[in-house]
């Protein structure tokens, strides 16, 4: 249970300058950052190997102005990229916040790569939802695994010492709010006490809480979770004993396209470069192209839970970059055909509304229309044999909720006021997706954890 108490006469059987719970990508990348300040470094990691969100992700980090964007001839700026934060969020977005995230993912970007090795390059085949340039940055897999491992080995060689299965429960605190140290639990029920003299917070948000997902979150209740089983709302818990204040609880990141029941998750990619979702009865229920994660309560509500993506064998080629789309496809999933009678005979849906729909999509796509929903659809995409379709549901990914941080990544209170050295990234810390999924930009949940992440190890070293 997450509990603050308070830190008098607290005895601590060690001490870490800088403490960081949670080694996921915003652990991970406070330590690197922590380390360079010049600060020594204990994370404290509730699995027996990291991997936490980020190893369930693609991998994919959203940055503006990079040598890799300029090598392929694309114009960005981090002013472009804030832009497209606060449209998608409908301007709720602290404005601080996102200002210090769109500048700081390009230089956190080329950090990564210059002094650690991490092998980035550009997403250049297909556009993301809502972003003005093709800005997402990924390993070769396109993996969040990928993502996770090579920092990991990163921040070892760099010399942080990593504490695995230690599930911090208790945070000690001063009467103003100066945390002390930690408790964290074994797996064999022993227990131990670490001071620090500054914390990071890089642990969870809360989609593996039922309780809290009921509370804030309704319209995903009972939906397919398909985050970490350790997002438990920790530091949410622990920031509000501390009086610290908290933003966006209702926000969050779905998706409309995970394979089902294979629990695989398909890339948006298939939608976007001219596929469609229909429903049970072979028919378009929405504009699929105003986000992933808002088109997960449409699957759940409009289409009862399940949907099909209908796409060809073009689009699957651009696909076939993510590995959770080769996965998908070898476990059976990727349904094939060269007929679109075949197809909905393999998908158990309705072949002439299928047809309907299909040819519907088509005519919009040969005159550049405009349907019902309001998408538009773009020329030059018609699909052609073989034809492919995969049955998917919506699923709730992350939270994008927590606690309110400054340009710094330090904790604040209601007031403005920080929290004397307490930080917050990733799922721990608000986001910049507003209140909505409708508000979550394609990759803010990386965004936020890597270079919030970042800031918050500087911030922490030069604290200590």
């Known amino acids: 249970m997450s509990r603050v108490e308070s830190a008098v006469g607290v005895a601590f059987a060690a001490e870490a300058p800088v403490l960081i719970v949670g080694a996921g990508a915003a652990g991970l990348c406070a330590a690197l950052a922590a380390i360079e300040a ?75 790569a210059d002094a650690y090795g991490l ?35 990163a921040a070892e060689r760099a010399g942080a010492a990593l504490l695995t299965q230690a599930t911090v429960t208790t945070l000690f605190a001063e009467p103003d709010g100066t945390v002390r140290g930690v408790e964290a639990e074994r797996p064999d029920g022993g227990v131990e006490r670490i001071g620090c003299r500054a914390l990071v917070l890089a642990c969870n948000g809360y989609g593996g809480a039922p309780d809290l997902v009921r509370r804030h979150i309704p319209e995903m209740e009972g939906a397919l979770y398909f985050g970490h089983p350790g997002n438990r709302g920790d530091a949410a818990l622990w920031g509000e004993a501390l009086g610290a204040e908290r933003r966006f609880m209702s926000g969050y990141q779905g998706h409309g396209s995970v394979a089902h029941p294979h629990g695989i998750l398909i890339s948006w990619a298939v939608i976007m470069e001219g596929g469609f979702q229909v429903d049970a009865k072979g028919e378009r229920f929405s504009d699929e192209t105003r986000g992933y994660s808002e088109q997960a309560a449409m699957v759940l509500k409009r289409a009862g839970g399940v949907a099909f993506d209908v796409f060809d064998e073009r689009i699957a080629a651009v696909a076939r970059q993510f590995e959770d789309f080769k996965q998908a496809e070898a476990a059976g999933a990727i349904l094939s055909a060269d007929r679109l009678e075949d197809l909905a005979a393999l998908a158990k849906l309705p072949a002439g509304r299928l047809a309907r729909t299909c040819s519907e999509v088509e005519r919009l ?41 400054d340009g710094s990544a330090r904790v604040l209170r209601p007031d403005g006021t920080s929290l004397p050295n307490l930080f917050a990234a990733g799922g721990a810390a608000a986001g910049v997706s507003g209140s909505t999924a409708a508000g979550y930009l394609s990759g803010n949940g990386l965004l936020t954890a890597v270079v919030l992440g970042r800031l918050a190890g500087l911030a922490a070293a030069r604290l200590v």
């Open 38 to 112: 010049g600060a020594e470094v204990v994370m404290l990691e509730r699995d027996p190997v990291p991997r936490g969100s980020t190893a369930l992700s693609a991998g994919l980090v959203p940055a503006a102005g990079t040598r890799f964007q300029a090598a392929l001839g694309v114009a960005d700026s981090p002013g472009l990229f804030a832009a497209d934060i606060q449209r998608k969020a409908g301007g709720e977005a602290d404005p601080a916040t996102v200002d210090a995230v769109a500048a700081g993912a390009g230089p956190a970007v080329e950090w990564l």
């Open 119 to 153: 092998p980035f390059s550009v997403v250049d085949d297909f556009d993301y939802p809502g972003h003005s340039a093709r800005r997402m940055h990924g390993l070769p897999s396109r993996s969040g695994a990928e993502l996770v491992d090579r920092l990991r080995d």
């Open 365 to 405: 796509k040969a005159s550049g229309g405009t349907d019902a929903f309001g998408r538009t659809f773009s020329a030059g995409q018609k699909l052609v044999a073989p034809f492919k379709a995969v049955r998917v549901t919506g699923a709730l990914f992350h939270t994008q909720g927590g606690l309110a941080v």
